[in-house]
């Protein structure tokens, strides 16, 4: 299996910046691509960014495009989430997931316990 951990959560200012870590344990035939979650209270959870192990183009919310960048460490052991231009609207528990390339919950067969991040205006 994948075992995933995510940290950098935290508070930051609208208009800020933070970046997320999720630290991959691990390879399996059903986890060729890590992605990013987000669950804000009282809303489902939605697919903001995942990215093929093996390298290549990143997959991307519209809601993300533009301000949020994934990448992963040379060794495909760390996967990053860089958040930039925050708004309250980001605020909610982030997390790390493993499945297919996809950006749909249902896709992914590993998570992480998620990290949480406030937004302060």
């Known amino acids: 299996g994948v075992r995933l951990v995510e940290s950098g959560g935290g508070s930051a200012n609208s208009g800020g910046s933070l970046r997320l870590s999720c630290a991959v344990d691990?390879?399996?035939?059903?986890?060729?691509?890590v992605g990013w979650f987000r669950q804000a209270p009282g809303k489902e959870r939605e697919g903001l960014s995942a990215i093929y192990r093996g390298g290549g183009v990143p997959i991307v919310a519209d809601s993300v495009e533009g301000r949020f960048l994934i990448s992963q460490a040379i060794d495909r052991r760390t996967v990053y989430l860089q958040m930039n231009s925050l708004t309250s609207e980001d605020a909610g528990t982030y997390y790390c997931?493993?499945?297919?390339?996809?950006?749909?919950?249902?896709?992914?067969?590993?998570w992480g316990k998620g990290t949480l991040v406030a937004i302060s205006s």
């Open positions: 691990g390879a399996a035939r059903d986890a060729e691509c």
């Open positions: 997931a493993a499945g297919e390339c996809s950006l749909r919950s249902d896709a992914m067969v590993y």
